[in-house]
């Protein structure tokens, strides 16, 4: 090879390297004012935080108004704990005004480890919903009322329902929180109910499955931890920090086809999106299954409603999306987007796998009454619609002998 021959060889490398660097920075420099916008539409989130209260429609609740407020005090006051992989439990053994946290940490009644024969133990596993955010009472949670429908429908046996619920907590937490623990209780069937935290997570912009509010509870937990957690704008706060330290080394770490992939997500984002939630909704779906075929468990697992979807909204629920879409800047969007995108994928792939399934997602699609406290969480009365259809659907399925 003579030199000139070399010299135009070492120049076409040097021109695509130059080339491949070019497009590297590009898309790194493209990427970064789209994280830095949403970076800013969170800034807002927070700004607008200040300014609203998600219980300003508090007379929804008519003649409980002063339970609810009662309700809405105690909450905040409730005391969490770490936990190692679930990241954050109730402390056990709280009584407040309405709201009792028995010794294992579960919102409701105390039961014992051991169930006798003629027990009937379910389990609800969820997030704030099944926990049971806007329920006064106990009693008004989906498994209050589902326990309570049970008991009086079939009388030859005794029906125990516990509260697996906890805010925030996704598919993720809730398939390990019933492999560390709720086995162990010996339950004849789990149902988990979910899809809005893991939705909540990726409008945060975390990974699908992550918890939708890591940064600030590994921040603030301590072993006995004791401030309230409704200190909402200084978690936020605190997020918005983490997160901007997150993507900045992300951006240093990202090779150029994992940049082009980033770039590509951001144009096709609803697709993605969908398609990651429900990719893990039904990972954490078939291991759970596994796990119950093995220690002979019934399962069921549910999809929840969203104000945002199919509802005829009420006076009171009009308002409430007005005020949710200045608090929370694009979500009303991105949950329309996304969330029927992934309702279709799981519904689709639990059908697939021979899978119980419910889907509330529309439950609500016809109900002219009031039933949201917010745009994701409901009333007592809305829960025990809830309850009614769950009840109904494991009929149907024989799920209760």
């Given at each position: 090879m003579?030199?000139?021959?070399?010299?135009?060889?070492?120049?076409?490398?040097?021109?695509?390297?130059?080339?491949?660097?070019?497009?590297?920075?590009?898309?790194?420099?493209?990427?970064?004012?789209?994280t830095?916008?949403r970076?800013?539409?969170?800034?807002?989130?927070?700004?607008?935080?200040?300014?609203?209260?998600?219980?300003?429609?508090?007379?929804?609740?008519?003649d409980?108004?002063?339970a609810?407020?009662?309700?809405?005090?105690?909450?905040?006051?409730?005391?969490?704990?770490?936990?190692?992989?679930?990241?954050?439990?109730?402390?056990?053994?709280?009584?407040?005004?309405?709201?009792?946290?028995?010794?294992?940490?579960?919102?409701?009644?105390?039961?014992?480890?051991?169930?006798?024969?003629?027990?009937?133990?379910?389990?609800?596993?969820?997030?704030?919903?099944?926990?049971?955010?806007?329920?006064?009472?106990?009693?008004?949670?989906?498994?209050?009322?589902?326990?309570?429908?049970?008991?009086?429908?079939?009388?030859e046996?005794?029906?125990?329902?516990i509260?697996?619920?906890?805010?925030?907590?996704?598919?993720?937490?809730?398939?390990?929180?019933?492999?560390?623990?709720?086995?162990?209780?010996?339950?004849?069937?789990?149902?988990?109910?979910?899809?809005?935290?893991?939705?909540?997570?990726?409008y945060?912009?975390?990974?699908?499955?992550?918890?939708?509010?890591?940064?600030?509870y590994?921040?603030?937990?301590?072993?006995?931890?004791?401030?309230?957690?409704?200190?909402?704008?200084?978690?936020?706060?605190?997020?918005?920090?983490?997160?901007?330290?997150?993507?900045?080394?992300?951006?240093?770490?990202?090779?150029?086809?994992?940049?082009?992939?980033?770039?590509?997500?951001?144009?096709t984002?609803d697709?993605?999106?969908?398609?990651?939630?429900?990719?893990?909704h039904?990972?954490?779906?078939?291991?759970?299954?596994?796990?119950?075929?093995?220690r002979?468990?019934?399962?069921?697992?549910?999809?929840?409603?969203s104000?945002?979807?199919?509802?005829?909204?009420?006076?009171?629920?009009?308002?409430?999306?007005?005020?949710?879409?200045?608090?929370?800047?694009?979500?009303?969007?991105?949950?329309?987007?996304?969330?029927?995108?992934?309702?279709?994928?799981?519904?689709?792939g639990?059908?697939?796998?021979?899978?119980?399934?419910?889907?509330?997602?529309?439950?609500?699609?016809?109900?002219?009454?009031?039933?949201?406290?917010?745009?994701?969480?409901?009333?007592?009365?809305?829960?025990?619609?809830?309850?009614?259809?769950?009840?109904?659907?494991?009929?149907?399925?024989?799920?209760?002998?």
């Amino acid at each position: 090879m003579d030199i000139s021959r070399k010299k135009k060889v070492v120049f076409i490398v040097i021109t695509v390297l130059l080339s491949l660097v070019i497009i590297e920075v590009s898309l790194r420099v493209v990427i970064f004012f789209v994280t830095s916008h949403r970076e800013m539409t969170m800034k807002e989130a927070v700004r607008q935080a200040a300014q609203y209260n998600p219980f300003t429609n508090i007379n929804i609740y008519g003649d409980q108004i002063n339970a609810a407020k009662q309700f809405f005090d105690d909450l905040i006051n409730l005391r969490l704990a770490y936990r190692p992989y679930v990241e954050r439990r109730r402390i056990p053994n709280q009584q407040l005004s309405n709201i009792h946290i028995n010794k294992w940490g579960y919102r409701g009644p105390d039961f014992t480890f051991d169930k006798g024969e003629e027990v009937f133990r379910i389990i609800v596993f969820g997030g704030s919903f099944v926990w049971g955010t806007g329920a006064i009472y106990d009693e008004e949670t989906i498994a209050g009322h589902l326990q309570k429908m049970l008991n009086e429908k079939y009388k030859e046996k005794k029906f125990e329902v516990i509260n697996g619920g906890e805010t925030g907590y996704v598919l993720t937490q809730e398939r390990i929180l019933f492999v560390e623990e709720g086995i162990f209780f010996r339950p004849d069937l789990v149902i988990f109910i979910d899809g809005i935290n893991d939705l909540y997570a990726l409008y945060r912009n975390l990974p699908a499955g992550f918890p939708t509010h890591f940064q600030e509870y590994n921040k603030r937990l301590s072993n006995d931890y004791k401030e309230p957690v409704g200190e909402t704008l200084k978690g936020q706060m605190t997020f918005l920090s983490n997160q901007t330290n997150v993507n900045l080394k992300n951006l240093h770490r990202l090779a150029m086809i994992d940049t082009l992939k980033s770039f590509i997500g951001y144009q096709t984002r609803d697709g993605i999106l969908s398609w990651q939630m429900s990719s893990r909704h039904l990972h954490n779906a078939l291991i759970i299954r596994s796990i119950c075929e093995a220690r002979n468990i019934d399962f069921v697992f549910g999809l929840q409603p969203s104000l945002y979807l199919s509802k005829t909204l009420s006076t009171e629920e009009k308002g409430i999306v007005q005020r949710s879409k200045k608090r929370y800047p694009g979500l009303y969007g991105f949950v329309r987007a996304v969330y029927p995108k992934y309702r279709d994928i799981v519904a689709k792939g639990m059908l697939e796998t021979g899978m119980h399934f419910v889907d509330f997602s529309n439950l609500f699609a016809e109900d002219f009454n009031t039933r949201y406290i917010d745009h994701f969480h409901l009333t007592g009365k809305g829960y025990r619609i809830v309850a009614e259809k769950l009840l109904e659907f494991l009929k149907e399925e024989n799920m209760l002998y």
